[in-house]
């Protein structure tokens, strides 16, 4: 299943196929921040944003009737299914997450019984967690940045160098915006979407920092506390800023 998903589904060229779409829909929620600015309304950013990456999500294949559900998924999940397989022969947009494992499931060529089953518990998965964690992690980056407005005003500079005053950031300006690339490490490092990660279970007997950990032993990974530990230098903390820094928003090295 993991191997699926990384193929087919979450492939740098299935990705890319929604560009346009998570384009259209940053533009619409700029805009009415833009609105709301020059009217001077109060926005509940936190909605916002859960918002947009709820519809993101949507159009990739999920329908938004989905927010309403509680014990229903299940009865929801096949009717989305069974309106693809209706609109197959119909359907004149790009294919989605839905068509592409629909695909595989009549093609037969997975690599193991790949059903109905699989299909709707993919897609609850990915609907779950790509809200949840996008979201997380653009509100702790938002806060982060209104904390440290030093931050802010040199992200604020390199967006304009880079990007310019007069046109949307979109994603092939990201890979030269270094000092952004910084800031969202430097968050993840401090709230990690997943502090304690997923249990993971040791597939044969280890030892560890002097510890015997028998094989079958179910393990919990403290991010949070790894990504906090002076003691460690990790990756994330290690990378140095544009400006030549280390460090992060606790210490001011961003700064």
Not at 208 to 220: L, M, Q, V, Y
Not at 235 to 249: K, L, Q, V, W, Y
Request: with cysteine; proline share 3%; net charge neutral.
């Amino acid at each position: 299943m993991r191997k699926l998903c990384t193929l087919e589904l979450l492939s740098t060229r299935r990705i890319n196929q929604f560009g346009g779409m998570r384009k259209v829909e940053l533009e619409l929620l700029v805009s009415s921040l833009k609105r709301a600015a020059e009217m001077r309304e109060i926005v509940d950013l936190s909605a916002r944003v859960s918002g947009l990456i709820g519809d993101m999500n949507c159009l990739m294949g999920i329908n938004c009737k989905m927010k309403n559900l509680s014990k229903t998924f299940d009865r929801f999940l096949e009717k989305i299914i069974d309106d693809h397989v209706k609109n197959k022969q119909e359907k004149t947009q790009t294919k989605d997450f839905v068509d592409t494992m629909m695909e595989i499931m009549e093609s037969g060529k997975g690599e193991f019984q790949f059903d109905r089953r699989h299909v709707k518990a993919v897609l609850l998965d990915l609907l779950i967690a790509g809200m949840d964690t996008s979201a997380s992690t653009i509100e702790w980056t938002l806060s982060e940045l209104i904390r440290h407005p030093q931050v802010m005003k040199k992200l604020q500079k390199e967006l304009e160098t880079v990007v310019g005053m007069d046109q949307m950031l979109e994603e092939s300006h990201l890979h030269r915006l270094e000092y952004l690339d910084f800031v969202v490490k430097e968050t993840l490092r401090l709230h990690p979407v997943g502090p304690l990660l997923i249990p993971h279970e040791s597939m044969e007997d280890c030892v560890i920092d002097g510890f015997h950990i028998p094989k079958g032993s179910r393990t919990i990974v403290n991010v949070w506390a790894i990504g906090r530990d002076p003691k460690k230098e990790l990756p994330c903390i290690a990378t140095r800023a544009p400006d030549g820094s280390t460090g992060g928003f606790t210490t001011g090295a961003l700064l």
